[in-house]
C-alpha cells in the first residue's frame, strides 16, 4: 500500500509534524529521506529492508556517501541527502558549544565528541580548547594511528593550547573497536597530558573515550585530580 493511501496520522511526515521526531521508528525517519520507493514498495518499506541487510541504523549511517548512493532505494540524491543532515547535526553540536554556555557537565562535550569520532575506522585525538570561562574556542583533531602506538606528543597539545590562548582543554579519542573503557596507555597519557598543560597554566578538565555506547569521561571516574569543570 502506498503511504498516500494509510491514515494520515500512521503517515511519517504527518506523524512528525503532529507528534515530533522521536515519535518517528528508525526506518520512519530514513523513508523521509528516501521520498519513494522502487516500483512495488513505498519508502518505509524499503527503509526496512535497508536496515535490515545494511543496518542497525548506526552502521548504515556510518557508511560513506559514495557506498550509500549504491544502495537499493537510495541513490546519489538521498545518500547526500543524509550526509549534509549528518554534517548539518554535528555543526549544531559545535555551534551550541562555540562561545555558548559553559562546560559544566561531562555529558556537553561528551556528545559533541562521539558525534564527531565514533564513526572513525581508525583513532583519532581530538581536543576543545576552551577560554577562562570554559567556553569553546577551537576544536582540532592532532593525531591519528593507534593512541597507544602513533604517540601523542604532549608538547604539541600544549603548543596548540598557547596558539589559541586556552585556559583549559578537553581531549578525547575513539576506540574503533567499540569498547569505549579506557586503557592503561589512555591513563597514562592523560597523566602526562595534565603534568605538561599544568606547566603553562592550561586545566586539563577532562579527558573522553568514545565507543560504541556512551563516552567514558576520566574526569567523572576521578582519573583528573585538579581539572575539575566548573561554571563560570
Not at 25 to 32: C, G, I, R, T
Not at 66 to 89: D, F, M, V, W, Y
Not at 154 to 182: D, M, Q, T, Y
Not at 218 to 225: K, N, Q
Amino acid at each position: 500500500m502506498a503511504i498516500k493511501d494509510w491514515l494520515e496520522q500512521d503517515r511519517p511526515r504527518e506523524k512528525l509534524l503532529t507528534r515530533g521526531p522521536a515519535a518517528l521508528s528508525d526506518s520512519e525517519l530514513l523513508a523521509l529521506f528516501i521520498g519513494k520507493g522502487p516500483k512495488g514498495s513505498n519508502a518505509v518499506e524499503s527503509a526496512r529492508l535497508l536496515l535490515d541487510v545494511h543496518g542497525p541504523l548506526r552502521r548504515l549511517m556510518d557508511l560513506d556517501a559514495n557506498t550509500l548512493k549504491k544502495l537499493p532505494a537510495l541513490g546519489p540524491a538521498s545518500a547526500c541527502r543524509l550526509i549534509a543532515a549528518l554534517e548539518l547535526a554535528s555543526r549544531h553540536l559545535l555551534a551550541q558549544l562555540e562561545r555558548g554556555d559553559s562546560l559544566c557537565d561531562p555529558a556537553s562535550a561528551g556528545r559533541y565528541f562521539q558525534h564527531r569520532l565514533r564513526s572513525r575506522p581508525h583513532e583519532v585525538f581530538a581536543v576543545l580548547f576552551l577560554d577562562t570561562r570554559n567556553r569553546t574556542v577551537a576544536y582540532e583533531e592532532l593525531f591519528s594511528g593507534t593512541i597507544d602506538a602513533a604517540a601523542v606528543y604532549p608538547r604539541e597539545v600544549v603548543r596548540r593550547a598557547l596558539l589559541h590562548n586556552a585556559a583549559a582543554v578537553i581531549v578525547a579519542h575513539n576506540h574503533p573497536s567499540g569498547h569505549a573503557e579506557p586503557s592503561s596507555a589512555d591513563q597514562l597519557i592523560t597523566a602526562e597530558l595534565q603534568q605538561a598543560l599544568g606547566v603553562v597554566g592550561v586545566r586539563l578538565l577532562d579527558h573522553v573515550v568514545v565507543g560504541d555506547g556512551l563516552p567514558v569521561s576520566m574526569a567523572e571516574r576521578g582519573w583528573i585530580t585538579s581539572g575539575r569543570r566548573r561554571g563560570s
